[in-house]
């Protein structure tokens, strides 16, 4: 991309939305941050393709989910932000495949497979979409997408379309190798079998858990920082150690912390939260302080488990 060339004229023709100086605050679970420089919706899954494979290599491109585990800074992204939509959130099962499209929610899948009496019930509490599942390797419960996954579809940034095994996605706790720009459109995994009204009893069950410990009701990106020990390098948890970012955050005296309209939740100190008119400035910047006085009260550096995008 040259500096003299505007980015409107490389943009190739889509089927699918692409809006300029698109905002994203609402497009977010925390409500913050600057737009878009571009936003494309893809029509589908050739729509996406074909884009990607006419795009100048110099425009960025980041695959956005439904924003649940994002802060967009304040300045917004420049280069293309892709948000997949109703031609990506497909669910079907067969025999003990569930095969999902990327835009369709954690929550969505789990209750689909249960009234077909399959057991994926750990994704219920799991905010986000599918897509954001497989790169971050989501899990609860002691289940992780990795125990489950077959393989997924992605388009790469060049435009061609792969379909990658689980074991080629070199998975870890809250991690994949999907290269960066690469967008997930499909996963299928395999469920064990369970009775359909005891896996919804299960996860209501989960569900009271989750609101009984999490401020669900607020506006947060879920868990903050991941934890520091207790996993496997396969992303499961060793229930030989249990050493969690929540306690190290509460033992620095800094549940409730605020800065701005930005807060440590009282609830539980690893949700970090906008209570009210908050800037991304002043959320990264309370992070920030955390992780310093953590690393000063205990020795351990928290890492971001929230992602972090976009221009101050």
Not at 248 to 262: E, T
Request: glycine fraction near 12%; include cysteine.
């Amino acid at each position: 991309m040259t500096d003299s060339a505007p980015i409107s004229d490389l943009l190739p023709q889509t089927r699918g939305p692409l809006t300029p100086e698109r905002a994203l605050a609402d497009l977010t679970w925390l409500r913050v941050g600057g737009p878009a420089q571009y936003l494309f919706q893809p029509a589908d899954e050739a729509d996406l393709a074909q884009f990607l494979a006419a795009l100048d290599p110099a425009i960025a491109v980041f695959p956005m989910g439904v924003g649940s585990n994002l802060i967009v800074r304040d300045g917004g992204i420049r280069g293309v932000v892709i948000r997949l939509g109703r031609g990506f959130n497909a669910i079907s099962c067969d025999g003990d495949t569930v095969t999902a499209g990327a835009a369709a929610l954690d929550a969505h899948v789990a209750r689909r497979a249960a009234e077909a009496g399959l057991d994926l019930t750990f994704l219920r509490t799991i905010p986000g979409g599918i897509g954001g599942a497989v790169r971050m390797n989501a899990g609860c419960y002691g289940s992780y997408v990795a125990d489950h996954l077959i393989s997924v579809r992605a388009v790469a940034r060049d435009g061609a379309v792969h379909e990658i095994p689980a074991a080629d996605l070199g998975f870890g706790y809250r991690h994949s190798d999907l290269p960066e720009g690469w967008v997930v459109t499909e996963a299928r995994f395999r469920a064990g079998s369970g009775d359909p009204a005891e896996l919804a009893a299960r996860m209501e069950e989960q569900l009271a858990r989750r609101d009984a410990s999490q401020p669900t009701r607020e506006r947060s990106a879920g868990s903050t920082f991941r934890n520091p020990a207790g996993f496997s390098s396969t992303g499961r948890a060793d229930d030989t150690h249990e050493l969690k970012a929540w306690s190290l955050i509460d033992a620095a005296g800094l549940r409730g912390h605020r800065l701005g309209g930005a807060q440590m939740s009282e609830k539980h100190p690893n949700f970090l939260l906008n209570a009210g008119g908050a800037t991304a400035a002043e959320l990264e910047a309370l992070g920030e302080f955390v992780r310093r006085r953590v690393q000063e009260t205990s020795g351990h550096l928290l890492q971001w488990e929230v992602i972090r995008v976009g221009e101050p």
